[in-house]
């Protein structure tokens, strides 16, 4: 990051398997630089698409092969690549990705943020957005990088810009609904661990409702826009299960 900010460079090279260097590909990407990553066939799959190149050497046993040459191509590959860092799809995002990424969205910033604050570094939002979803690449969606990709959602999120950090924050409204969410989630897990479980991860509806309104008095489905629990619950999809066996519905929490 020192190099990035403070030095004139035309493109990066990383030399590594790991898929934790994912968010530094994204923050290099946002800067408009060259990416190539060196590693062995064993490398992450995840950090293999976030380079615009990638060279595998090895089986992942060491080699006697001297580098030098291998080096010596990639930099001239930088320099003749220089300054077009990625592909560039800046066409507008189709409706149905743009409503797939705006689930997404929701889901990272009710995960990512604290109780008392609203806005997010896109480094960390781009790492619990592939949390979510792990093949997650701005690419899908039409933009070379998250900032371009948020930048076409100007009504549902808003960005700023302080020195060299970018951060993000839902709009109100938007805001607003995933904090309802996140609340309502709240209350279906402490249902769960209050509602009597013959099975250990299924629980009947009628169950779950009796501990619903134990833990919140006067709750109603209708405030969450739906006219029974197994609606509300099949709105979910990613935090809860729901199946009818001989009649009975039950639910259960997925693994997150």
């Known amino acids: 990051m020192e190099v990035l900010y403070r030095i004139q460079v035309d493109g990066f090279c990383l030399v590594t398997n790991d898929a934790d260097y994912v968010p530094l590909c994204d923050k290099i990407h946002e800067a408009q630089k060259l990416v190539i990553g060196i590693g062995t066939p064993q490398a992450a799959e995840g950090f293999i698409r976030a380079c615009d190149k990638f060279i595998f050497v090895g089986r992942g046993e060491s080699s006697s092969q001297p580098l030098a040459p291998l080096l010596t191509e990639l930099l001239t590959e930088i320099a003749v690549n220089s300054p077009k860092p990625v592909v560039k799809m800046e066409s ?31 480094s960390t939002l781009g790492s619990y957005l592939r949390k979510i979803q792990s093949d997650f690449q ?70 779950l409702g009796t501990a619903i309104s134990q833990v919140v008095p006067g709750f109603r489905l209708n405030g969450y826009g739906h006219s029974t629990l197994t609606k509300l619950l099949q709105s979910m999809p990613e935090f809860v299960e729901v199946q009818a066996v001989d009649g009975v519905n039950s639910a259960r929490l997925k693994k997150i």
């Open 138 to 207: 701005s690419n899908n969606y039409g933009h070379s990088t998250l900032t371009k990709l948020l930048q076409t959602l100007p009504e549902f999120v808003e960005l700023k810009i302080e020195g060299t950090v970018t951060s993000a924050r839902l709009k109100d409204a938007v805001n607003a609904k995933a904090l309802k969410l996140n609340t309502l989630q709240k209350l279906i897990l402490d249902a769960f661990a209050k509602a009597q479980q013959d099975d250990p991860q299924w629980i009947s509806l009628t169950s």
């Open 92 to 122: 507008a995002v189709a409706e149905t990705n743009q409503q797939g990424v705006q689930k997404i969205l929701v889901q990272a910033f009710s995960k990512a943020l604290p109780e008392d604050a609203q806005w997010i570094t896109l």
